[in-house]
């Protein structure tokens, strides 16, 4: 199991996962009155959504108290966050690279947390990304 990276920078720490959604149908339907059956038009595959949760922690830095921790952690997310509308390449926990996905979030999942690290602090959070790939017909 591969760390996912969006545009090259890890999103998770650790115990990563992810759900690679089906992609779209995108087919035209149309009845018409007094005839029988629908009229179906088939069309390239749409967009498919792929879902990241774990966590994610700060590096190891000389964090002196757990407010210190905290705030890296708050500013990690913030950094994250402006990413959102980006298109990058994400390779998946699958070893697999998508190409061209869009961040569509990426929020922490409950609370944000200083935990002790040895002699020092580290912010850590339960994040979950979502990512529309919009080709998913490129990967099989």
């Not at 890890?10 to 629908?38: C, F, H, K």
């Not at 922490?108 to 040895?118: D, E, I, K, N, T």
């Given at each position: 199991?591969?760390?996912?990276?969006?545009?090259?920078?890890?999103?998770?720490?650790?115990?990563?996962?992810?759900?690679?959604?089906?992609?779209?149908?995108?087919?035209?339907?149309?009845?018409?009155?007094?005839?029988?059956?629908?009229?179906v038009q088939e069309?390239?595959?749409?967009?498919?959504?792929?879902?990241?949760?774990?966590?994610?922690?700060?590096?190891?830095?000389?964090?002196?108290?757990?407010?210190?921790?905290?705030?890296?952690?708050?500013?990690?997310?913030?950094?994250?966050?402006?990413?959102?509308?980006?298109?990058?390449?994400?390779?998946?926990?699958?070893?697999?690279?998508?190409?061209?996905?869009?961040?569509?979030?990426?929020?922490?999942?409950?609370?944000?947390?200083?935990?002790?690290?040895?002699?020092?602090?580290?912010?850590?959070?339960?994040?979950?990304?979502?990512?529309?790939?919009?080709?998913?017909?490129?990967?099989?």
């Open positions: 199991m591969s760390v996912p990276t969006f545009g090259g920078t890890a999103m998770i720490t650790e115990g990563e996962r992810q759900n690679v959604g089906s992609p779209q149908s995108r087919t035209y339907r149309q009845s018409l009155p007094g005839v029988e059956g629908v009229y069309n390239p595959l749409g967009p498919r959504t792929i879902v990241v949760t774990g966590l994610l922690k700060t590096t190891l830095s000389n964090y002196g108290t757990a407010a210190l921790a905290f705030a890296a952690m708050s500013a990690l997310l913030t950094t994250w966050q402006a990413k959102i509308g980006s298109m990058q390449d994400y390779i998946g926990t699958d070893g697999r690279t998508y190409d061209d996905c869009e961040l569509l979030s990426f929020e922490h999942r409950g609370q944000m947390l200083g935990v002790p690290a040895g002699a020092t602090w580290q912010g850590m959070a339960a994040v979950q990304a979502i990512l529309m790939h919009p080709v998913p017909s490129a990967v099989a």
